[in-house]
C-alpha cells in the first residue's frame, strides 16, 4: 500500500550542484504534480504531467526540469540550486477526483 | 485566473467544541471542486473532504463538513467535537477548468490549527 514515494526525504545541497528528485506512484494514475512549500505561501505548482511522456509548467517552473519516461515515475531535477530553492518539495499524483501526496522532501540549498 | 483566500493564520480551539475554518475562492470556471486538506507535524498531506461545483448538498466526512455557498464563493471547513489530534495546519484548495487538462489544485496559505485540553 505504498501510495506515492517520494526520494529522498531529506538532502542539503550546495549552490550550483544539481539533483534530482524522484517521485513514484503505484496507483496508476495519469496526473502527476510537483509542488513546493513555503512558510505562508501554500502550495505552489512547479510543473506537472497528463500522462506518460507528457510535462507542462505550473506556476513557478523557472530552475527546474521534469520528465515523465514511465507512467509511474516522475521526476524533478535542478541543474544548478540556487539558495531561492530551499523548501519543502511535494509530489502528487491523482485518479479522477482526488490528488494523493507524497511525504515530502526537505530541501536545504546553502 | 484561480485563487484560495484563507484570512485565519492561526485559530485556537477548545477540546470538544466545534471550529471553522474559513476559505473563499475565486474562479470564473462554472464547474470546480473544492478540497480540503490537513497536514499535521510530521508533514504529510491528508485529503479531508471534497465539495463539488455542482453538489446540492454540503459535503460531510465523519467529523468533518464543508460549508458551502456559492453566491458568496465560500467553502468554509467545520470540524466538530476536536480532539488534541486535529491540530495540525489545514489547506483549502480548488481545481477548476475541467476541460482545460491543467487540472492542478490551487492552494490557500493555510489555517494552523492549535487543540487546546
Known amino acids: 500500500n505504498a501510495g506515492v514515494t517520494q526520494t529522498p526525504k531529506f538532502r542539503v545541497l550546495k549552490t550550483g550542484q544539481s539533483m534530482t528528485l524522484l517521485c513514484a506512484q503505484d496507483m496508476n494514475h495519469e496526473y502527476m504534480y510537483w509542488y513546493r512549500q513555503d512558510p505562508g505561501m501554500g502550495l505552489r505548482l512547479i510543473h506537472y504531467s497528463v500522462g506518460e511522456g507528457t510535462t507542462a509548467k505550473g506556476e513557478v517552473p523557472d530552475g527546474y526540469n521534469v520528465s515523465r519516461l514511465k507512467k509511474q515515475n516522475f521526476l524533478l531535477g535542478l541543474e544548478s540550486a540556487a539558495p531561492s530553492q530551499t523548501s519543502v518539495y511535494f509530489c502528487a499524483s491523482r485518479d479522477t477526483l482526488t490528488a494523493f501526496f507524497g511525504q515530502g522532501t526537505r530541501l536545504t540549498v546553502v | 485566473a484561480q485563487k484560495i483566500t484563507q484570512t485565519q493564520p492561526g485559530m485556537f480551539v477548545q477540546e470538544k467544541e466545534a471550529v471553522t475554518l474559513d476559505c473563499t475562492y475565486d474562479?470564473?470556471?462554472?464547474?470546480?471542486?473544492l478540497f480540503w486538506y490537513k497536514q499535521p507535524s510530521s508533514g504529510e498531506m491528508i485529503f479531508l473532504i471534497y465539495q463539488g461545483s455542482y453538489d446540492q448538498q454540503n459535503a460531510t466526512e465523519g467529523r468533518y463538513s464543508l460549508n458551502f455557498q456559492k453566491a458568496r464563493k465560500s467553502a468554509n471547513l467545520v470540524i466538530s467535537a476536536s480532539q488534541l489530534g486535529d491540530s495540525a495546519m489545514y489547506f483549502c484548495?480548488?481545481?477548476?477548468?475541467?476541460?482545460?487538462?491543467?487540472?492542478?489544485?490551487?492552494f490557500g496559505s493555510g489555517t494552523r490549527l492549535q487543540v487546546q485540553p
Open positions: 474562479t470564473s470556471d462554472p464547474s470546480y471542486g
Open positions: 484548495a480548488m481545481r477548476a477548468g475541467w476541460d482545460t487538462g491543467r487540472r492542478a489544485l490551487t
